[in-house]
């Protein structure tokens, strides 16, 4: 019993998986927070190369 436990405290495998968890979810919330700061700049951008853009195609 005594040899499981010890196995199962140096086993780090799970802790390897918890670590890319979480910095997959420490990208997720930079982006999600740069996407949310830069979106009135990046309307404004897409809106003026629509409004510059000809009406008519030929």
Do not use: C, H, Q, W
Not at 18 to 43: C, F, H, R
């Amino acid at each position: 019993m005594k040899n499981r436990l010890v196995r199962l405290v140096r086993n780090e495998s799970g802790a390897t998986a918890i670590e890319y968890g979480l910095i997959a979810g420490l990208v997720a919330v930079v982006l999600v927070t740069a996407l949310a700061l830069m979106g009135d700049s990046l309307n404004d951008t897409f809106t003026a190369i629509t409004g510059s853009m000809p009406t008519t195609m030929p």
